[in-house]
């Protein structure tokens, strides 16, 4: 089957005018006995170790799912399967406690939401209801409160009040419905496709500055509601809501005294049972949960008061109330989903998407942590996704998880997703048997509940210092995020935020120039001593300079100018005259390839010279810019340009490049022409230590890299190649040394339990020779009297062997470099 397909890619190669290459056509074969570039000690082993290029098909085969991963892939995508079966009445018990608490909560918080999004309250409900029945068959959360959410309600507003804008009048739950269906279908698509991962693009900065923003726009929106004016819109930006409010203050009524009086009450009891919690933290469960509770009381308070005031004046109430509130699934139907109107909402679908994801993941993966199991960020997007489109059903406008209600859920002790089931039964009931109460709750008290609850949103001093002392800049850009949405709207500053980060980023990729390396011997210290490698094992204390501890010094490479924050006292020097190590910063892709490259090419011609002066046949073939020698014909070099080393190897470190592309190889043929041109007649060595991807190897390998360059003076040399090589066991391993250590032990032991003559022999023998490692070989040599072969240490080359100038880390790289530098220099001195 191989040599059909062989004779296939050659016939193929032949037609289309493609040179085929293998591994080994392009190794130089010097006049030595060490064949294919590998060392004497690989030629000496049975199986030696050759890395084969990674192929298409391979990447292909990878890339389809097993039978197995399939499998799993239906089985995430139901998470309930995997904890239902153990279920328990201990879980049960909790999941009751949370979910009462949370329904408890949510129905007043989703009816206040569905007016922040221009809707009659009974919508808030119907969201309220369908969010935690459906979460718990999708979700990878126990602490997530899924519904109505101040942020995407005010977001749901802004489109149903621009699309009726535009001229053609919808219903605004049509509106919202139609947004629901549309946002939820794109979310579960990313989440089936386990796109998760997109929602990292979104920065912290962004989502702080995104809900900072809102949340001060959303406080600004209620004020007219908090003192009971109208005659202007509360849809305009937040800071012309905030003049209209000051402009029309005389104008107050008596819904300003109950809007200011719930607001004050509401934070006077969370202060007040905050304080007690920390004072007698005996009863800290019973105060959180009457801590919980203090909205349901404000709002009973203040209907209570409200009723007393307009029981007797319903067509013309003294305080502005919530209304009638429709007993049960009033708008029950089929989403009617129009093409118009999608088209009419369509430019404010990314933001919706946006907050649906970012605040929803965040908050689950934060609560995830806290305590002590991991979401699954692909799957919470099928979870947000078939919430809203199941929920399109009830008339549900789009919801998702809440921070506050996730908060005082976790707290109440949820133990299972399940509680979502009882506080949907919470919200049932409300929606069935409560809504004649509804009538007389005041707008004000909604206003004061929301203003409240988006309080917690802002992102307090404290964290901002933090993100100042993280990054400067990402405090400018979240103040940024800010002004725009208080002075503009809120997706405006969202978007801002986003390209801002997304324009930092790639400023960073662009301009990540790398960093040339010096070498310094350093040793590990422990108080006064040189430890080994390990930090038992003293081997001499430092400054003595004992030959032990001189051993144990190692070679490690800091930049050269001590851009990582290392001492500048500790001078660094470049391993070997006119070689150079350089490392990438921030990967090599086409980005930063040019940046990087020009950087290494101008760090080189400054710290070397050429290795021959340019000559030219005619004088018209000096290239322009080169102004060349002066009209006396001395050099218009410095005299101590002449002391510097010409160009002899490179090496780069591609510790931080995961994947390189078309372009940065092509960068880097370019650099190593222009090079090579520059050093010539000598050769430049291009090494590559520490790369991490086969894929890379792949592209450098295409690339001509990784085999040594052919000599333009003739003057061969033997090529030393020099491999790392791993210990993989045998008698002399490691770990054959630490089972004689136990031998050891356990016959120490039997020694001193049966004393007999035979053990002490035993023990004798052992001790005998205190330089000598004991193995399991040469200790039954010894106990028997007979003759063992000696066994050697059997080791395996890490890299493989067509690609010499391939290394694993740096110190080979630099051992190779030098001894091959070397050879060269010996081996033209012999000619």
Not at 44 to 57: A, C, M, Q
Not at 333 to 341: D, F, G, K, M, R
């Amino acid at each position: 089957m191989s040599g059909t397909s062989n004779n296939v890619e050659h016939t193929l190669a032949r037609v289309l005018g493609i040179k085929l290459k293998h591994d080994d056509e392009d190794i130089y074969h010097y006049e030595d006995p060490v064949s294919r570039g590998e060392s004497v000690f690989s030629t000496r082993t049975s199986d030696s170790f050759i890395e084969g290029p990674p192929t298409t098909s391979e990447w292909l085969h990878e890339q389809l799912p097993s039978q197995a991963e399939a499998v799993s892939y239906i089985k995430s995508l139901f998470p309930f399967i995997s904890w239902l079966p153990h279920y328990n009445l201990q879980w049960f018990a909790g999941d009751v406690v949370a979910g009462i608490t949370i329904g408890a909560v949510l129905v007043p918080q989703g009816m206040a939401y569905a007016l922040l999004a221009n809707l009659p309250p009974q919508f808030g409900l119907y969201s309220s209801f369908m969010g935690p029945i459906t979460y718990w068959i999708f979700g990878t959360s126990k602490d997530i409160s899924i519904g109505p959410v101040a942020v995407l309600s005010t977001v749901v507003g802004t489109v149903v009040a621009d699309v009726n804008a535009h001229g053609t009048i919808y219903v605004p739950n049509v509106i919202a419905t139609a947004f629901a269906v549309i946002a939820g279908s794109i979310v579960l698509a990313l989440g089936i496709f386990r796109l998760g991962w997109i929602v990292d693009l979104i920065s912290i900065t962004s989502l702080s500055a995104f809900m900072t923003g809102s949340a001060i726009t959303i406080g600004a929106s209620q004020l007219p509601s908090l003192f009971g004016l109208a005659g202007f819109s509360t849809r305009d930006a937040a800071f012309r809501v905030i003049i209209n409010t000051l402009k029309h203050l005389p104008e107050t009524k008596l819904d300003a005294a109950i809007g200011l009086t719930a607001l004050f009450f509401l934070y006077l009891i969370r202060y007040t049972l905050t304080q007690a919690a920390e004072r007698w933290p005996a009863n800290k469960r019973i105060i959180f949960f009457l801590n919980t509770m203090r909205t349901v009381f404000v709002i009973l308070l203040y209907t209570m008061v409200s009723w007393l005031i307009n029981k007797d004046r319903k067509d013309n109430p003294a305080v502005r109330v919530l209304g009638v509130v429709p007993k049960g699934f009033k708008n029950a139907a089929v989403p009617e989903i129009e093409s118009n109107l999608v088209s009419k909402f369509a430019s404010h679908l990314p933001a919706g998407v946006i907050v649906m994801l970012v605040e929803h993941i965040a908050i689950s993966k934060s609560f995830g942590r806290v305590n002590n199991y991991t979401i699954d960020p692909s799957q919470e997007m099928v979870a947000i996704g078939m919430t809203n489109l199941l929920g399109s059903f009830l008339g549900a406008y789009p919801s998702t998880g809440s921070f506050s209600r996730t908060a005082i859920k976790s707290k109440a002790g949820v133990r299972t997703p399940a509680a979502g089931l009882i506080t949907g039964l919470v919200v049932l009931l409300a929606t069935y048997l409560l809504t004649a109460v509804f009538f007389y709750i005041p707008n004000a008290v909604l206003a004061a509940v929301i203003i409240h609850a988006v309080g917690d949103l802002i992102t307090p001093p404290n964290t901002l210092y933090q993100f100042w002392r993280v990054s400067p800049i990402e405090v400018f850009i979240f103040f940024v995020g800010v002004f725009i949405s208080v002075f503009a709207q809120i997706e405006d500053g969202l978007y801002a935020t986003v390209c801002i980060s997304a324009a930092v980023l790639i400023y960073r990729i662009l301009k990540a120039r790398g960093q040339f390396l010096g070498k310094v011997k350093v040793h590990s210290v422990l108080g006064d001593h040189v430890i080994g490698d390990n930090h038992k094992q003293l081997v001499g204390e430092y400054g003595t300079f004992e030959e032990r501890a001189e051993n144990a010094a190692r070679n490690i490479f800091l930049p050269l100018d001590h851009g990582d924050g290392s001492n500048p006292e500790v001078e660094l020097e470049n391993p070997y005259p006119g070689i150079f190590i350089y490392r990438f910063s921030e990967g090599f892709n086409y980005p930063s390839a040019n940046f990087a490259l020009e950087y290494l090419t101008s760090f080189i011609y400054a710290q070397t010279r050429r290795t021959s002066a340019e000559t030219f046949e005619r004088k018209g073939d000096r290239p322009w810019n080169n102004p060349g020698q002066r009209k006396s014909g001395k050099s218009r070099e410095e005299p101590e340009h002449s002391q510097k080393p010409t160009l002899k190897a490179i090496i780069l470190d591609f510790s931080s490049v995961n994947n390189v592309d078309i372009t940065s190889v092509q960068r880097l043929i370019d650099v190593r022409n222009v090079l090579d041109a520059y050093a010539a007649p000598d050769v430049v060595d291009w090494h590559v230590a520490c790369i991490n991807n086969r894929w890379t190897k792949r592209a450098l390998v295409a690339g001509g890299f990784g085999i040594p360059t052919k000599p333009r003076d003739g003057v061969p040399h033997r090529w030393k190649s020099i491999f790392s090589v791993a210990e993989i066991g045998g008698k002399d391993s490691a770990a054959a040394v630490a089972e004689e250590n136990a031998i050891r032990r356990e016959l120490s032991m039997a020694s001193h339990r049966a004393g007999d003559e035979e053990m002490a022999k035993v023990n004798a023998i052992i001790e005998e020779e205190e330089d000598e490692t004991p193995t399991p070989s040469n200790l039954a040599e010894k106990l028997e009297g007979s003759p063992r072969p000696a066994y050697k240490r059997k080791g395996a080359i890490i890299s493989g062997l067509y690609r010499p100038l391939f290394h694993v880390d740096l110190t080979s790289a630099v051992q190779s470099a030098i001894a091959n530098v070397e050879a060269r220099l010996e081996a033209r001195s012999s000619m």
